[in-house]
């Protein structure tokens, strides 16, 4: 190690402390020793003034007003841990550890200054003990030490919030990460005295990363995969505690010319976040939920157990997508969410053209969740008919098969051959049908008279019944006659069959 960096570090390390003690920022570089800490401003240590305050919480993606107080106040937050069963993704259910029976949990907001009495409550129903460790506490733990709650029962500590900003909370019970990864996290924003600037309009966005014995959309009730977090290989990466949270007639919602303002954070426990909205650039950037901001900013990135707090102007109509722009995750893990814009048009701005189809695929359909949710459920009971199954696969088929076979199922010249009224399908066997599309297909091909030679890939990433029901959908309508997919075809021509090598498995 150079002498460079080991000054660089030491120097680090104190600052740190420093910073966790006062409230001051650590001189960056210089070689000079750390500042003392910086005397905390006059309102922090002056008594809380008037009668206690009990806090408002709100679920995401929502957030309690700004604060008006001018002066600090005793504050009573009550949260209480709820572990519950809700869906991930349509027609998957997990169960789910939460801060106020939501993922992320309740949003807290107070004022800098501020005493906060805080009552954890663990439900009598909950079957693990639980704690909270608010980032925004200065002292061992961050209350984790002072709030273990066994269920049935609840806990009580004080903590005076010192320094401004967004802070994550959570849930800091053995094993940590595991009480994390099932949905164990929030936010609690300590505004500074007179408030952030006014916007028109805040949400409460936090991403996490979900780890499932099943893979992605696999259906049904999914137990958490140890294994999947230690290797820190997720299932699911999404945004407000499923893949729908923040889509369809969820979507966070603004008008043309309103200043709008996200507080995001990500719970982890593994994965930070590349936040981006696409379409939109970020006026303002509170970096690491801190006090400084860095103006026009296409993408930040936010640590595990870290916030930012952004801002900006929608000037345009229509649907802009929140994603991580880490891709996979928002495409093949869940991390995409909608934040739908109305008013005039701005043609100087934006000439047009809808952004949905291009980047959010079956997300984009309404009826996805509905159709995909009500087969699985059919199918659980044992009641699947046919027209449930072609209904749910032409949900799905929108977004996925229809990039190359089109929505119309007609192909295109010369590369994509048509799957309506097939002489292909028709012609071949069901089980090569089902290896073709989920092992792939290349090489020749004619269909209805005309030689193809292109490539499919694997779609091997799509779950059993997703697949089952799109060929379903395929086979059976457009012209095609040739029967039901089931969910056990596929996973057979899965568990016997080859797949080229780098398809997901
Ligand atoms: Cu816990």
Same mark, same amino acid.
């Given at each position: 190690?150079?002498?460079?960096?080991?000054?660089?570090?030491?120097?680090?390390?104190?600052?740190?402390?420093?910073?966790?003690?006062?409230?001051?920022?650590?001189?960056?570089?210089?070689?000079?020793?750390?500042?003392?800490?910086?005397?905390?401003?006059? !309102?922090?240590?002056?008594?809380?003034?008037?009668?206690?305050?009990?806090?408002?919480?709100?679920?995401?993606?929502?957030?309690?007003?700004?604060?008006?107080?001018?002066?600090?106040?005793?504050?009573?937050?009550?949260?209480?841990?709820?572990?519950?069963?809700?869906?991930?993704?349509?027609?998957?259910?997990?169960?789910?550890?939460?801060?106020?029976?939501?993922?992320?949990?309740?949003?807290?907001?107070?004022?800098?200054? !501020?005493?906060?009495?805080?009552?954890?409550?663990?439900?009598?129903?909950?079957?693990?003990?639980?704690?909270?460790?608010?980032?925004?506490?200065?002292?061992?733990? /961050?209350?984790?030490?002072?709030?273990?709650?066994?269920?049935?029962?609840?806990?009580?500590?004080?903590?005076?919030?010192?320094?401004?900003?967004?802070?994550?909370?959570?849930?800091?019970?053995?094993?940590?990460?595991?009480?994390?990864?099932?949905?164990?996290?929030?936010?609690?924003?300590?505004?500074?005295?007179?408030?952030?600037?006014?916007?028109?309009?805040?949400?409460?966005?936090?991403?996490?990363?979900?780890?499932?014995?099943?893979?992605?959309?696999?259906?049904?009730?999914?137990?958490?995969?140890?294994?999947?977090?230690?290797?820190?290989?997720?299932?699911?990466?999404?945004?407000?505690?499923?893949?729908?949270?923040?889509?369809?007639?969820?979507?966070?919602?603004?008008?043309?010319?309103?200043?709008?303002?996200?507080?995001? /954070?990500?719970?982890?426990?593994?994965?930070?976040? +590349?936040?981006?909205?696409?379409?939109?650039?970020?006026?303002?950037?509170?970096?690491?939920?801190?006090?400084?901001?860095?103006?026009?900013?296409?993408? #930040?990135?936010?640590?595990?157990?870290?916030?930012?707090?952004?801002?900006?102007?929608?000037?345009?109509?229509?649907?802009?997508?929140?994603?991580?722009?880490?891709?996979?995750?928002?495409?093949?893990?869940?991390?995409?969410?909608?934040?739908?814009?109305?008013?005039?048009?701005?043609?100087?701005?934006?000439?047009?053209?809808?952004?949905?189809?291009?980047?959010?695929?079956?997300?984009?359909? +309404?009826?996805?969740?509905? #159709?995909?949710?009500?087969?699985?459920?059919?199918?659980?009971?044992?009641?699947?008919?046919?027209?449930?199954?072609?209904?749910? /696969?032409?949900?799905?088929?929108?977004?996925?098969?229809?990039?190359?076979?089109?929505?119309? /199922?007609?192909?295109?010249?010369?590369?994509?051959?048509?799957?309506?009224?097939?002489?292909?399908?028709?012609?071949?066997?069901?089980?090569?049908?089902?290896?073709?599309?989920?092992?792939?297909?290349?090489?020749?091909?004619?269909?209805?008279?005309?030689?193809?030679?292109?490539?499919?890939?694997?779609?091997?990433?799509?779950?059993?019944?997703?697949?089952?029901?799109?060929?379903?959908?395929?086979?059976?309508?457009?012209?095609?006659?040739?029967?039901?997919?089931?969910?056990? !075809?596929?996973?057979?021509?899965?568990? #016997?069959?080859?797949?080229?090598?780098?398809?997901?498995?």
């Amino acid at each position: 190690m150079s002498k460079m960096l080991r000054v660089v570090l030491g120097l680090g390390l104190a600052g740190t402390l420093a910073c966790k003690g006062g409230g001051g920022n650590a001189a960056a570089g210089g070689g000079n020793p750390p500042p003392s800490a910086a005397p905390p401003p006059a !309102d922090v240590t002056s008594a809380p003034v008037g009668d206690p305050v009990v806090a408002q919480l709100t679920p995401p993606p929502f957030v309690p007003p700004p604060i008006t107080r001018d002066k600090p106040a005793k504050v009573i937050v009550k949260l209480e841990v709820q572990e519950k069963e809700l869906s991930i993704s349509e027609g998957v259910r997990y169960t789910f550890w939460t801060f106020g029976g939501t993922v992320p949990g309740s949003f807290i907001r107070v004022r800098q200054g !501020d005493e906060v009495e805080f009552h954890l409550q663990n439900h009598p129903g909950n079957k693990m003990p639980h704690n909270i460790d608010l980032h925004a506490v200065t002292g061992p733990g /961050g209350g984790a030490a002072s709030s273990f709650t066994a269920p049935g029962h609840e806990s009580q500590f004080s903590f005076r919030a010192l320094n401004p900003g967004l802070y994550v909370y959570h849930c800091a019970t053995a094993p940590v990460p595991m009480h994390v990864a099932n949905g164990m996290y929030g936010l609690i924003l300590v505004e500074p005295p007179g408030g952030l600037p006014k916007v028109d309009k805040e949400y409460y966005v936090v991403q996490g990363d979900f780890y499932t014995v099943g893979k992605y959309r696999e259906k049904g009730l999914q137990p958490f995969d140890m294994q999947k977090g230690i290797d820190e290989s997720p299932t699911y990466v999404v945004f407000n505690g499923s893949e729908g949270a923040l889509v369809g007639d969820k979507a966070l919602t603004a008008k043309v010319g309103e200043r709008v303002r996200i507080y995001f /954070g990500v719970g982890g426990p593994n994965l930070s976040s +590349s936040f981006h909205v696409i379409g939109e650039i970020f006026d303002h950037v509170y970096q690491e939920g801190g006090s400084n901001t860095q103006d026009n900013v296409q993408t #930040t990135m936010v640590p595990a157990g870290g916030s930012t707090i952004v801002d900006f102007t929608v000037n345009v109509p229509g649907t802009y997508i929140l994603v991580d722009h880490a891709l996979f995750r928002a495409f093949n893990k869940g991390a995409v969410g909608m934040l739908k814009v109305e008013g005039p048009e701005d043609k100087i701005v934006y000439s047009g053209k809808e952004v949905d189809s291009v980047y959010l695929s079956d997300k984009a359909g +309404s009826g996805v969740g509905t #159709t995909v949710a009500e087969a699985t459920a059919s199918a659980e009971a044992g009641t699947l008919t046919l027209d449930q199954q072609i209904a749910a /696969g032409q949900a799905l088929f929108a977004g996925t098969c229809s990039t190359c076979h089109q929505p119309d /199922g007609k192909g295109l010249l010369p590369t994509f051959p048509p799957l309506a009224a097939s002489t292909y399908i028709a012609a071949t066997p069901m089980d090569t049908l089902i290896s073709g599309v989920l092992n792939g297909l290349t090489g020749p091909v004619q269909v209805n008279g005309v030689d193809y030679n292109g490539v499919m890939p694997p779609m091997s990433y799509l779950a059993d019944d997703d697949l089952a029901n799109m060929m379903t959908y395929v086979f059976n309508t457009m012209g095609n006659k040739k029967g039901a997919v089931s969910k056990a !075809d596929v996973a057979r021509i899965r568990a #016997t069959t080859p797949r080229p090598p780098g398809a997901a498995h």
